[in-house]
């Protein structure tokens, strides 16, 4: 009886070692960089593109951040999961939302 | 259920609590949890950043102008001194997790100061902001103006409108050309870029403020060896979860709202 | 231990084996246990300071029955002031704050947090095997965080009221309304905070505290439906806090971003409130469902009918309940091929109810049904939740929208689900685990007849709602024309006998306290987790980690926990699967 007692419960795994130190630096570098061309764009004119291109650069400097910072790269499929259902249900709101504002001058009738 | 796993730490409280089986149960748990959580703060902010961008949709003109209107340098620097924080406390979570109790406080305290000189720089662009006066309310001024037909009136709009008016002119010439094509109701909507900026960077402040004194706790608590039970560095690993997501929040304000508008290099220094 | 039970029936035949069975009881002969989570600490601090889920649970209990009286004689007095035509006892605005009162209470401080709050807490922990919940700290901090959202909330509505309904809809909330809108909404965010924090802690249970051979397959539906609720909670509230942050800031600092005069759009904040709030519904309803298939199988004697499709329609209702939202603004000003986009979505939700129905009726099906007072209760939940349910497509539909918006059928439709459904499935849940959360057993005769009584309250308060809105009734207006008055006098009826309804719980509940027999560790023969543990239970749940090993409604097994005693019953007569 007592030897079920004492199994170990881990139902989902993600244990894993903290990057290292270089790792850490390349990837703080590599964000450095990207801040760097996100100003460079913030003071250039690109019109209406500007908006879209930084979005861009942000959106890739988030997932630098998250893959490596926030170390979802070692994660388990839950955690994965958990970041998706973010990223899933805010697009959600911003889908419907901005339906809205872009098509409520067509009417139907 | 006595399992190596008990073993008390520095004669404190047991590092597994009393309803877990197993310490890694317990980290998986403690992981779990934030990452749980940081799904809230990214729906809280996707909250704002959606009205946002459907009042942007509906007046791209006016948050170009708002935008336009901040203080790109300090939202430069703060940038860097953020993800340099974000940085540093990736090194404190292996310095924990490597038992480096020096390295760990080392990295912790550079983590708080990073911090504290970004909020710092906030409060210097947020004083700037109000020294310009462009604070939105519903505060009512006079100006000259011309109706349809030419002829000189006296025009009731908000003091916001004639100090944006104000900044934009005297900021350059780029800023300036945006703010002749402008009407005075467009100066009036402008307000509602600055309720936006005002209300995220606020919150993003808040939660700037409740990461450093975590922070700070956890100092604390390395100095006197909470984190000497090296399993204990999940604590540090899921503080420098949040950590990052404010740095994450951040990354994305700043092209929305300080790089919507048109900036120049010129009266930088 | 073992002969205690039933002798266990060998099936001669190969006929399905429906014959009632006892699970071994643990300490049913020994009476309750010296030492369990009620006494073994004392004094107020104890409560205050504890940070076991069980009494956690009874924390939540108290004020809730508390809010949900309150909620209560606001709703009375609206519908005494509408039995007559301008208003019986009621000014204009006294009638504002009473039906916004009735509104924000129930919804805010009653129907969110009373199951995940008081049976959530309680049972998720001891279903799946686990001492406590995954952060036992952070659940007394919810309670507090709740409590003083709370506070906020009573303290609005007691000195000077609100009167904006409970959804807030600026300008009216944000520039016009002269009541405090600010505290209330601090309340609602606070009291969201909260849920967040509760949804966080049962999701964290639930993925990292079951016990050995606890499987998804073998979660009870009560978890399985506790989980999408917090899935709900954790992805919806904080929207909802946004938009409470943004209503304050633009009526504290009069600057626009909902005020059209002003250039803003209200209904930006119809389309943030409603994110939180249509789910929010399932929020309220999905924790009932969850107990109606815990109370169904055990007074049918049956497994569940279906148990992947009952489990996986509660997260289907989780998800799919993202996607509806804006038929709530057919009429606002919305755009209309996004009304039509939303309508269909809006069916889509249908599909994922009926099946759990449609189980649940399967599940009656050759069961040895019995009729206490849970069972009744559980009967009325799926008549009343199946009118609630069916007449909500005639809302979601565009064009009878149109007709039936803002309408009592409304109204109807609403209280159909929430009272008939919810309060129907929490009242089912409290007298299914009151044996198991007091030790002490209720009167039989005096639960059935409130139970009896709800549903005809309930009946004659609603139904004529339905025809009055659909002749065209408005709802939330103080006045109406004469020939809606037999209406209104028959809901007003209705409401009286309710409210007695409600309040034989309240007398019967508290006196079988002192007077109740002890009710045993396992009072109804239920084969759940739970109810392997002592009544009340004791301090960490489990004396030794179970093991699991069958699924949670095996009610046609002989014997289901057989690896700890060691004689296990053969078993011929399947599984109460078909």
């Given at each position: 009886?007592?030897?079920h007692?004492?199994?170990?419960?881990?139902?989902?795994?993600?244990?894993a070692?903290?990057a290292?130190?270089?790792s850490?630096?390349?990837?703080f570098?590599?964000?450095?960089g990207?801040a760097?061309l996100a100003?460079?764009?913030?003071?250039?004119?690109?019109?209406?593109?500007?908006?879209?291109?930084?979005?861009?650069?942000?959106?890739?400097?988030?997932l630098?951040?998250?893959?490596?910072f926030?170390?979802?790269?070692?994660?388990?499929?839950l955690?994965w999961?958990t970041?998706m259902?973010?990223?899933f249900?805010?697009?959600?709101?911003f889908l419907?939302?901005?339906?809205d504002?872009l098509?409520?001058?067509?009417?139907?009738? | 259920?006595?399992?190596?796993?008990?073993?008390?730490?520095?004669g404190?409280?047991?590092?597994v609590a009393?309803h877990?089986?197993?310490?890694?149960?317990?980290?998986?748990?403690?992981?779990?949890?934030?990452?749980v959580?940081?799904?809230?703060?990214?729906l809280?902010?996707?909250?704002?950043?959606?009205?946002y961008?459907?009042?942007r949709?509906?007046?791209?003109?006016?948050?170009?102008?708002g935008s336009?209107?901040?203080?790109p340098f300090?939202?430069?620097?703060?940038?860097?001194?953020?993800?340099s924080s974000?940085?540093t406390?990736?090194?404190a979570i292996?310095?924990?997790?490597?038992?480096?109790r020096?390295g760990l406080?080392l990295?912790?305290?550079s983590t708080?100061?990073?911090?504290?000189?970004?909020?710092?720089?906030?409060?210097?662009?947020?004083?700037?902001?109000y020294?310009?006066?462009?604070?939105p309310?519903?505060?009512k001024?006079?100006?000259?103006?011309?109706?349809a037909t030419?002829k000189?009136?006296?025009?009731?709009?908000?003091?916001f409108?004639?100090?944006?008016?104000?900044?934009?002119?005297?900021?350059?010439a780029?800023?300036?050309?945006?703010s002749?094509?402008?009407t005075?109701?467009?100066r009036d909507?402008t307000?509602m870029?600055?309720?936006f900026?005002y209300?995220?960077?606020?919150l993003?402040?808040?939660?700037?403020?409740?990461g450093?004194?975590?922070?700070?706790?956890?100092?604390?608590?390395?100095?006197?060896?909470?984190?000497?039970?090296?399993?204990?560095?999940?604590y540090?690993e899921?503080?420098?979860?949040?950590?990052?997501?404010?740095?994450?929040v951040?990354?994305?304000l700043?092209?929305?709202?300080?790089?919507?508008g048109?900036?120049?290099?010129?009266?930088?220094? | 231990?073992?002969?205690?039970?039933?002798?266990?029936t060998?099936?001669t035949?190969?006929?399905?084996?429906y014959?009632p069975?006892?699970?071994?009881?643990?300490?049913d002969v020994d009476?309750p246990p010296?030492?369990?989570?009620?006494?073994?600490s004392f004094?107020?601090?104890?409560?205050?300071?504890t940070?076991?889920?069980?009494?956690?649970?009874i924390?939540y209990?108290i004020p809730l029955?508390?809010f949900?009286?309150?909620?209560?004689?606001a709703?009375?007095?609206?519908?005494?002031n509408?039995?007559?035509p301008?208003?019986a006892?009621?000014?204009?605005d006294?009638?504002?704050?009473?039906f916004?009162?009735?509104?924000?209470?129930?919804?805010?401080?009653?129907?969110?947090p009373?199951?995940?709050?008081?049976l959530?807490?309680f049972?998720?922990?001891?279903?799946?095997?686990?001492?406590?919940?995954?952060?036992?700290k952070?659940?007394?901090?919810?309670?507090?965080?709740?409590?003083?959202?709370?506070?906020?909330?009573?303290?609005a509505?007691?000195?000077?009221g609100l009167?904006?309904?409970w959804?807030?809809?600026?300008?009216?909330?944000?520039k016009?309304?002269h009541?405090?809108?600010?505290w209330?909404?601090l309340?609602?965010?606070i009291?969201g905070?909260?849920?967040?924090?509760?949804?966080?802690?049962?999701?964290?249970?639930?993925?990292k505290?079951r016990?050995?051979?606890?499987?998804?397959?073998?979660?009870?539906?009560?978890?399985?439906?506790m989980?999408a609720?917090?899935v709900?909670?954790?992805?919806?509230?904080p929207?909802?806090?946004?938009?409470?942050?943004?209503?304050?800031?633009e009526?504290?600092?009069g600057v626009?971003?909902?005020?059209?005069?002003?250039?803003?759009?209200?209904?930006?904040?119809?389309h943030?409130?409603w994110?939180?709030?249509h789910?929010a519904?399932?929020?309220?309803?999905?924790p009932?469902?969850?107990?109606?298939?815990?109370v169904i199988?055990c007074?049918?004697r049956?497994n569940i009918f279906?148990?992947k499709?009952?489990a996986?329609s509660s997260v289907?209702?989780?998800?799919?309940?993202?996607?509806v939202?804006?038929?709530h603004?057919f009429?606002s000003?919305?755009?209309?091929?996004l009304?039509?986009?939303f309508?269909?979505?809006t069916?889509?939700v249908a599909i994922?109810?009926?099946?759990?129905?449609?189980n649940?009726?399967?599940t009656?099906?050759?069961?040895?049904?019995?009729?206490?007072?849970?069972?009744?209760?559980?009967i009325g939940?799926?008549?009343l939740?199946?009118?609630?349910?069916?007449?909500?497509?005639f809302?979601g539909?565009?064009?009878?929208?149109?007709?039936?918006h803002?309408?009592?059928?409304?109204i109807?439709?609403?209280h159909?689900?929430?009272?008939?459904?919810m309060?129907?499935?929490?009242q089912?849940?409290?007298?299914f685990?009151?044996?198991?959360?007091?030790?002490k057993?209720?009167?039989?005769?005096?639960?059935r007849l409130?139970?009896?009584?709800?549903?005809?309250?309930?009946?004659?308060?609603f139904l004529?709602?339905?025809?009055?809105g659909?002749?065209?009734l408005?709802?939330?207006?103080?006045y109406?024309?004469?020939e809606?008055?037999?209406?209104?006098?028959?809901s007003?009826a209705?409401?009286?006998?309710?409210?007695f309804?409600y309040?034989?719980?309240?007398v019967y509940l508290?006196?079988?306290?002192?007077?109740?027999?002890?009710?045993?560790?396992?009072?109804?023969?239920?084969?759940?987790?739970?109810w392997?543990?002592?009544?009340p239970p004791t301090?960490?749940?489990?004396e030794?980690?179970p093991i699991?090993?069958?699924?949670p409604?095996?009610?046609?097994?002989?014997?289901?926990?057989t690896?700890?005693?060691?004689?296990?019953?053969?078993?011929?007569?399947?599984?109460?699967?078909h």
């Amino acid at each position: 009886m007592s030897e079920h007692v004492q199994k170990p419960i881990v139902f989902e795994d993600d244990h894993a070692e903290p990057a290292s130190v270089a790792s850490s630096t390349l990837t703080f570098l590599f964000l450095a960089g990207l801040a760097c061309l996100a100003m460079m764009i913030g003071f250039t004119d690109l019109g209406p593109a500007k908006v879209w291109v930084s979005l861009g650069v942000a959106s890739v400097q988030g997932l630098v951040l998250t893959l490596f910072f926030m170390d979802l790269r070692h994660a388990d499929k839950l955690t994965w999961l958990t970041a998706m259902a973010a990223v899933f249900w805010t697009f959600l709101l911003f889908l419907f939302t901005l339906t809205d504002y872009l098509t409520r001058h067509y009417y139907a009738f | 259920m006595a399992t190596n796993a008990h073993a008390e730490g520095e004669g404190r409280q047991p590092i597994v609590a009393h309803h877990f089986n197993n310490i890694r149960q317990q980290q998986a748990s403690v992981r779990f949890g934030m990452w749980v959580f940081l799904v809230t703060e990214v729906l809280f902010f996707g909250g704002v950043l959606c009205a946002y961008a459907a009042c942007r949709i509906w007046y791209p003109k006016e948050f170009e102008a708002g935008s336009t209107a901040l203080n790109p340098f300090i939202a430069s620097i703060n940038t860097f001194l953020l993800l340099s924080s974000s940085f540093t406390i990736t090194l404190a979570i292996r310095a924990a997790y490597k038992g480096q109790r020096d390295g760990l406080r080392l990295w912790l305290a550079s983590t708080i100061v990073l911090g504290t000189v970004f909020l710092g720089f906030k409060a210097k662009e947020y004083y700037g902001d109000y020294e310009e006066g462009l604070i939105p309310g519903p505060q009512k001024t006079l100006v000259d103006d011309v109706d349809a037909t030419g002829k000189p009136v006296l025009r009731e709009v908000s003091v916001f409108a004639v100090n944006l008016k104000h900044v934009l002119e005297h900021k350059n010439a780029k800023a300036k050309a945006i703010s002749d094509k402008m009407t005075w109701n467009e100066r009036d909507r402008t307000q509602m870029f600055f309720v936006f900026y005002y209300s995220i960077t606020g919150l993003h402040v808040i939660h700037m403020i409740v990461g450093l004194g975590l922070l700070v706790w956890q100092l604390i608590l390395a100095q006197i060896g909470f984190f000497e039970p090296t399993e204990r560095h999940v604590y540090i690993e899921v503080m420098s979860l949040y950590w990052h997501f404010v740095d994450l929040v951040w990354i994305f304000l700043f092209p929305l709202l300080y790089m919507a508008g048109h900036h120049s290099m010129d009266g930088a220094f | 231990m073992a002969t205690t039970h039933a002798p266990a029936t060998t099936p001669t035949t190969l006929e399905l084996d429906y014959t009632p069975q006892t699970a071994p009881p643990v300490v049913d002969v020994d009476g309750p246990p010296k030492v369990h989570y009620l006494n073994h600490s004392f004094g107020w601090l104890s409560w205050l300071l504890t940070v076991d889920h069980k009494r956690i649970g009874i924390l939540y209990l108290i004020p809730l029955t508390i809010f949900f009286m309150c909620g209560g004689i606001a709703a009375g007095l609206v519908r005494l002031n509408l039995i007559q035509p301008y208003g019986a006892i009621l000014e204009l605005d006294q009638y504002n704050k009473a039906f916004t009162a009735h509104g924000t209470i129930m919804l805010f401080l009653f129907l969110i947090p009373v199951i995940p709050g008081v049976l959530g807490n309680f049972f998720v922990p001891m279903m799946i095997g686990a001492k406590d919940m995954a952060f036992p700290k952070l659940n007394l901090a919810s309670w507090y965080v709740w409590m003083g959202g709370a506070m906020f909330f009573i303290a609005a509505l007691l000195f000077g009221g609100l009167d904006t309904g409970w959804t807030f809809y600026p300008p009216y909330s944000s520039k016009y309304s002269h009541t405090n809108v600010i505290w209330a909404g601090l309340g609602v965010f606070i009291t969201g905070f909260s849920s967040i924090l509760t949804g966080l802690n049962i999701i964290a249970t639930v993925h990292k505290m079951r016990a050995p051979g606890m499987t998804w397959g073998r979660l009870p539906l009560f978890v399985w439906a506790m989980y999408a609720t917090s899935v709900i909670q954790i992805l919806a509230t904080p929207v909802l806090a946004m938009a409470v942050c943004l209503l304050a800031t633009e009526r504290i600092f009069g600057v626009g971003i909902f005020d059209p005069s002003l250039g803003g759009d209200p209904l930006l904040f119809q389309h943030l409130f409603w994110y939180y709030s249509h789910p929010a519904v399932y929020i309220m309803i999905l924790p009932g469902m969850g107990v109606i298939n815990e109370v169904i199988t055990c007074f049918s004697r049956k497994n569940i009918f279906g148990y992947k499709a009952v489990a996986w329609s509660s997260v289907g209702i989780a998800v799919v309940g993202f996607l509806v939202w804006g038929h709530h603004m057919f009429l606002s000003g919305q755009g209309v091929y996004l009304g039509m986009v939303f309508s269909v979505l809006t069916m889509l939700v249908a599909i994922p109810s009926a099946v759990k129905v449609f189980n649940w009726t399967a599940t009656f099906y050759g069961g040895q049904i019995t009729f206490e007072a849970p069972m009744l209760f559980t009967i009325g939940f799926i008549v009343l939740f199946t009118i609630g349910g069916l007449t909500g497509l005639f809302l979601g539909i565009l064009g009878t929208d149109i007709h039936l918006h803002d309408t009592y059928f409304v109204i109807a439709h609403f209280h159909f689900t929430m009272v008939g459904g919810m309060m129907f499935a929490w009242q089912a849940g409290l007298h299914f685990y009151w044996p198991k959360m007091t030790g002490k057993m209720y009167s039989d005769f005096w639960s059935r007849l409130a139970a009896v009584i709800m549903l005809v309250g309930f009946s004659l308060t609603f139904l004529p709602q339905f025809v009055a809105g659909y002749h065209g009734l408005p709802r939330r207006y103080p006045y109406y024309p004469v020939e809606f008055q037999m209406m209104n006098i028959l809901s007003t009826a209705g409401a009286t006998i309710q409210g007695f309804g409600y309040l034989m719980p309240a007398v019967y509940l508290p006196l079988s306290l002192f007077f109740g027999r002890n009710a045993g560790a396992n009072p109804w023969r239920a084969t759940g987790l739970e109810w392997q543990t002592p009544s009340p239970p004791t301090m960490h749940n489990f004396e030794e980690l179970p093991i699991v090993t069958h699924g949670p409604y095996e009610y046609a097994l002989p014997s289901k926990f057989t690896l700890e005693d060691g004689h296990a019953h053969e078993t011929k007569g399947g599984n109460g699967g078909h």
